[in-house]
């Protein structure tokens, strides 16, 4: 139960939850629907402040430095040119706005997470994970980068969807199957993480600053090939820290 309550804790900073838990698999359109009622590039702010939550401090100190933090997850590695263009993002997120973000992420440790299991037990799931991992059809899936978002008052993240009905199920299978390991009281919503907030209450000219990167760089569009090579379980110690098991 301990292992639970701090999972869903991680849940609630980075994704999007809903109430109890999943009976059936989402569709592909439902999914759409679901991802496109919030993932666009802009932020809402209410009486001109912007502020993450209290659980971001978990994660990330004011200064923008990363606390340890430690869980197991299952997910999918980038490969090189997906790299490269993501560091070419940063870059620029980061000359425009990085004194209001976290410091910035490792470019060779960006990933898409298949799903998340346990937190504060780093291995804990090993055995078991690895060979859920190994009853998996080993095929590539095909998605698209869309927009950079913020995500879940946390972070700024890249939206991520299949480009079709065929990879979507692709996904969802194995997501499905990693359910048997540990559920999930959230739908998936796969993204790449570009950096983190940092636990502070932003003023509204900061929020424009991070909006007018928004506005230029916030629709994507590029298309991304998860690889089965990559999809691996995964330990980490903070969210700039994770390792092979």
């Known amino acids: ?25 989402e569709t592909f359109s439902d999914f759409l629907e679901r991802i ?13 402040v912007f502020q993450p939550p209290l659980t971001l401090t978990d994660k990330v100190r004011p200064d923008g430095s990363y606390r340890r933090f430690t869980g197991d ?11 490269k263009t993501l560091s070419i993002w940063q870059d620029s997120l980061y000359a425009c706005a990085g004194a209001l973000l976290s410091d910035k992420l490792n470019n060779a440790q960006m990933h898409v997470t298949l799903h998340d299991l346990s937190l504060g037990q780093p291995e804990k799931l090993c055995h078991y994970a690895k060979k859920q991992l190994s009853e998996l059809k080993q095929e590539p899936i ?18 991520l969807e299949p480009i079709n009905e065929k990879e979507y199920q692709k996904w969802i299978t194995r997501y499905e199957k990693t359910e048997q390991i540990v559920r999930l009281p959230y739908l998936s919503t796969p ?5 983190y907030f ?3 209450m932003y003023t509204k ?12 760089y916030g629709y994507v569009d590029r298309a991304l090939t998860l690889e089965p090579e990559y999809c691996q379980y995964i330990s980490f110690y903070s969210m700039n820290d994770y390792k092979g098991s």
């Open 1 to 25: 139960k301990r292992i639970c309550r701090k999972l869903n804790r991680h849940c609630q900073n980075d994704q999007i939850l809903v109430g109890g838990a999943k009976n059936a698999m």
């Open 142 to 159: 095909s998605m698209r980068m869309t927009v950079v978002f913020p995500l879940a008052a946390t972070s700024l993240a890249i939206a």
């Open 36 to 48: 496109h009622a919030f993932e666009y590039p802009s932020f809402h702010l209410e009486h001109d």
């Open 205 to 216: 000219q900061e929020i424009s600053l991070l909006q007018d990167w928004l506005d230029e």
């Open 73 to 83: 997850t299952i997910l999918y590695w980038l490969d090189q040119q997906t790299q």
């Open 191 to 195: 993204h790449i993480t570009l950096a």
């Open 198 to 200: 940092r636990p502070k």
